[in-house]
Each structure stands twice: as structure tokens, then as C-alpha cells.
């Protein structure tokens, strides 16, 4: 069965930190361009971070430039983002997602997973 399974999801305060990973199972990473989207409630889902499947090369939202980092361990079949210094606007359902090209970050992808919920919230 091919998937992908998102976790480290929660509740976090503002200012904190989480870090989400992404497991394929199914299928390899390595032509895979892979990113991270965000659904708040009432929004449309939007990139917040994507790389690429071959030179690595990256992409980020501007909002979380220099907060977050996207990584990929191709030998574990998993992707990361690593958020710090979260802020409440940024609570919403975050999404992994592939597509079998270099790369994208928009909304249109050959697997998804079902989502991992952050909230940042005092």
C-alpha cells in the first residue's frame, strides 16, 4: 500500500518548537520532489516548504524563512520540517505530499498524507 504517514504534531506555545516528520511506505523517495502544506480552518491548503527530488534545492513560504527547515533522509524514506519560533496563525492540519518530479509546492501532488494537527496556542 502506498502512503505517507505524517507525526510530531501538537500543542505547542508561541515561540516554541515541533518537528513533524514524513514516512513513505509503498514506495521510494529518492524521484520524489517532497513538501510540507498547511491548512488552517477556513483556508485553503497552502506551500509552506518543499525540496526538491534531485540537487536537494529548496523552497519556503516567505513567513517561515529562517524559522523553518525542510530536510530528507532518503536512506530512511522520510521527510522533516523543523518549525521554530511558532506562531499562532501558523495552527492548521499540516500535510506531507510527493510528487514524482524535481520539484513543486503547490497543492497538486501524487500522494498525500492524512495530516498531522499543530496548534500554537498559550
Known amino acids: 500500500q502506498l502512503q505517507l504517514v505524517e507525526s510530531g504534531g501538537g500543542l505547542v506555545q508561541p515561540g516554541g518548537s515541533l518537528r513533524l516528520s514524513c514516512t513513505a511506505s509503498?514506495?521510494?523517495?529518492?524521484?520524489?520532489?517532497m513538501g510540507w502544506f498547511r491548512q488552517a480552518p477556513g483556508k485553503e491548503r497552502e506551500g509552506v516548504s518543499c525540496?526538491?527530488?534531485?540537487?536537494?534545492?529548496?523552497y519556503y513560504k516567505d513567513s517561515v524563512k529562517g524559522r523553518f527547515t525542510i530536510s530528507r533522509d532518503n536512506a530512511k524514506n522520510t521527510v522533516y520540517l523543523q518549525m521554530n519560533s511558532l506562531k499562532p496563525e501558523e495552527t492548521g492540519v499540516y500535510y506531507c505530499?510527493?510528487?514524482?518530479?524535481?520539484?513543486?509546492?503547490?497543492?497538486?501532488?501524487?500522494?498525500w498524507g492524512k495530516g498531522t494537527l499543530v496548534t500554537v496556542s498559550s
Open positions: 505530499a510527493a510528487r514524482r518530479a524535481f520539484r513543486f509546492c503547490v497543492p497538486r501532488a501524487d500522494y
Open positions: 509503498g514506495f521510494t523517495l529518492d524521484y520524489y520532489a
Open positions: 525540496i526538491s527530488s534531485g540537487d536537494g534545492s529548496t
